[in-house]
């Protein structure tokens, strides 16, 4: 587990940079797929169709976002300093003294102007990259070039950290269920590796208006209670993967979340109710699709999501891999 995850933790992909993503998951999702395709956005859509005497196939669309946050140089000062805005969700409190790649493999370190009060936190803008350049011409990046936050994967017993588990594991938890599929399977599967949700959930609202799913389940993050002083919220990280009944984007089908702890529990698979007061998935847009279909989200829970330290429970994605492979192996009734 820990050697695929780390391969895709550790790659590069801002939202609008996913390339790197796509070339790591395409091979791996190939051999159990029976076509693999990407759309002019850039997501990649690995379809895997209903054996012939499936009775009654539904369009299925599984959605997880290869993207993360991260950071777009915007102006470069006269002594080679990089200005930059957000890609996402991006907090202050998270950037000093940190560390920015390119795509190129240029690393940049994160400083900031004086702080008049120290216990103050600056605006982005008062942040710039510093890769090592002395004037604006021997910059090595340039403005519109882009970065994500550098942090090495690392496991600590079941807790697994890195900068970008969302969404990376959800990548993850969807190519591992599509590998322990059946080969003959009862519906009609699209397995969508997202471009730039964390900008708005905009590559798989293009991915479901195409495809135009019956049922639509994302696979992403999402925030825990169980640390010092958090909102309260009744998710653990360890407690097992989280079913989705509310995000402040989205209300998930009752049908489905009754479908999926349905099977959490005839499978022995432990399991928790999510409801998330802030955020969304990319299931918003797939519910919305077209005529609309029926949508959920198995999340993840996470520490400390949009930080370079986003960290999980291997336990909780063995779990999810596990309810995603016995929700789409069966019949769907909803
Ligand atoms: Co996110
Ligand atoms: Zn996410």
């Given at each position: 587990m820990n050697e695929l995850l780390q391969t895709l933790v550790e790659a590069y992909g801002p939202s609008g940079f996913e390339d790197g993503l796509r070339d790591i998951i395409r091979p791996l999702v190939e051999p159990h797929a029976d076509e693999v395709t990407v759309d002019a956005m850039g997501n990649l859509i690995a379809h895997k169709r209903p054996a012939t005497d499936a009775a009654n196939p539904l369009k299925v669309m599984v959605a997880a976002h290869m993207d993360e946050i991260g950071v777009m140089v915007s102006h470069i000062t006269e002594k080679g300093f990089a200005r930059f805005t957000n890609?996402?969700?991006?907090?202050?409190?998270?950037?000093?003294g940190g560390r920015v790649r390119f795509a190129d493999g240029t690393v940049g370190v994160i400083g900031a102007d004086r702080f008049e009060e120290r216990s103050s936190v600056h605006p982005l803008n008062k942040y710039y990259i510093d890769?090592?350049?002395?004037s604006r011409e021997d910059c090595p990046v340039r403005v519109g070039d882009a970065a994500h936050f550098d942090r090495p994967f690392v496991a600590r017993g079941n807790h697994l950290t890195a900068?970008?588990?969302?969404?990376r594991i959800g990548c993850y938890v969807a190519i591992e269920a599509l590998r322990r599929l059946p080969e003959h399977v009862a519906h009609d599967l699209y397995f969508v590796f997202s471009v730039q949700e964390e900008v708005g959930t905009r590559g798989a609202e293009a991915a479901a208006n195409r495809i135009l799913p019956d049922v639509g389940i994302a696979l992403d993050v999402t925030l825990t209670g169980d640390v010092p002083e958090s909102r309260p919220m009744d998710v653990r990280l360890g407690d097992g993967p989280a079913i989705k009944a509310k995000d402040s984007g989205m209300i998930a089908h009752s049908g489905l979340v009754r479908l999926m702890r349905q099977r959490a529990e005839e499978a022995g698979i432990a399991y928790q109710v999510e409801v998330l007061e802030g955020g969304t998935t990319d299931a918003r847009p797939i519910q919305l699709a077209g005529p609309g279909s029926a949508a959920g989200c198995i999340s993840i829970p996470c520490r400390y999501?949009?930080?370079?330290?986003?960290t999980v429970d291997a336990r909780d994605v063995e779990g999810a891999v596990q309810l995603l492979a016995a929700v789409l192996s069966g019949e769907i009734d909803l």
């Open positions: 890609i996402g969700g991006v907090t202050p409190h998270t950037l000093l890769v090592g350049a002395t900068k970008s588990m969302d969404d999501v949009h930080t370079p330290s986003e």
